[in-house]
């Protein structure tokens, strides 16, 4: 009662390391540093975090746990709609943060080696995303090319929409990656029907989209169009 509470170590520690890479850059700040700032040990930083790369970005072993749990509930009829609500969930993330993300932004961007981690991130994601579309088409004789295809097509959309957010390009990031999904989807199909339902029944396509019918109408009359 009357305490004043304080933060965690971990939320001081990133406090800290932001502080610290902007007013020093981040070649120039030490585990010491951050840890002196925080007002931790030494000790305490490395049981909290395994480098000093590791303070800046966020928890994404916990974010892909996430993403994988998500594409675990799906269906052969609802694959596509659980791809959209992974690349939902991670891009949430990073509005969640709001300015730390856009602090993130700013760093990753003038050191080369923050920019490899993301490179290797962003791989991560391709790779589950790439398993789990391989999974949902099915074996065939180009499967593996359009899973590899598409689920960097799913990447690119995602960092394209979360860039022009973190520059301020946008304000309506969900509206935007919705709509850059729905051109994903356009480009890449659902599989085809086997050899014995070919050309019988109709194809229907889910997407939950918060834009107007018409805007997303001809993506999907693509989609359709290519099975």
Do not use: C
Request: proline residues 4%.
């Amino acid at each position: 009662m009357g305490g004043v509470m304080t933060k965690p170590a971990g939320d001081r520690l990133v406090d800290a390391a932001f502080e610290l890479f902007e007013e020093r850059g981040y070649e120039q700040t030490t585990v010491d540093d951050i840890a002196d700032r925080a007002k931790v040990s030494r000790t305490t930083f490395f049981r909290t975090y395994r480098s000093k790369e590791d303070v800046i970005f966020p928890a994404h072993d916990q974010l892909m746990a996430a993403v994988r749990q998500r594409l675990a509930t799906s269906n052969d009829s609802t694959a596509i709609v659980a791809v959209s609500d992974a690349v939902r969930l991670v891009l949430l993330r990073y509005i969640e943060e709001g300015d730390r993300a856009r602090q993130r932004y700013a760093i990753t961007s003038k050191v080369a080696v923050l920019r490899d981690r993301e490179i290797a991130t962003a791989a991560r994601y391709q790779r589950l995303f790439r398993d789990f579309i391989t999974a949902w088409m099915g074996p065939s004789a180009h499967s593996g090319l359009r899973a590899e295809l598409m689920a960097a097509a799913v990447v690119a959309a995602h960092n394209h929409v979360l860039r022009r957010w973190l520059r301020g390009d946008t304000t309506e990031p969900l509206q935007e990656i919705d709509a850059a999904m729905a051109q994903v989807v356009g480009l890449f199909p659902a599989p085809a029907a086997s050899a014995t339902d070919a050309g019988n029944g109709t194809t229907v396509v889910v997407l939950r989209s918060p834009r107007e019918l018409a805007d997303i109408v001809p993506a999907l009359q693509r989609a359709i169009d290519a099975m």
